[in-house]
């Protein structure tokens, strides 16, 4: 990984790994609202809870299967073939262990020139 973060030029991939981490994000998200209506459903007492929280459900559930679906289409999650989604999670961790390894306070942050800036 390349140390120098701030240049614009060492960006590269960023955008795509952001994507796999707000997908992955919502997947986690859509999962957890399938298990909550349906632990909901089980405590229902009245037929018209019990309908609203029917649709609930359903929702999530193709909320979940819209998001899987995606994923899997772009090769961000391989449900079916562990190797490769194991392999795809032991790259994220080192790419986590790396971004936290980054200096966030640097000595020298003076980019001037690389932006718009006024003449003095």
Aim: with cysteine; glycine share 4%.
């Amino acid at each position: 990984m390349i140390n120098d973060y701030l240049e614009l030029r060492n960006a590269e991939g960023m955008p795509r790994l952001v994507d796999a981490t707000m997908a992955l994000s919502f997947l986690l998200s859509a999962k957890s609202a399938v298990r909550n209506c349906a632990l909901a459903l089980g405590e229902a007492v009245t037929p018209e809870v019990r309908t609203v929280l029917k649709n609930q459900l359903n929702n999530a559930i193709n909320m979940h299967e819209e998001i899987s679906n995606m994923m899997i289409n772009k090769g961000w999650f391989h449900p079916n073939n562990l190797d490769k989604q194991f392999q795809m999670d032991i790259e994220s961790s080192q790419t986590a262990v790396q971004i936290a390894s980054l200096d966030l306070f640097p000595g020298d942050t003076s980019r001037l020139g690389t932006f718009a800036t006024p003449e003095k």
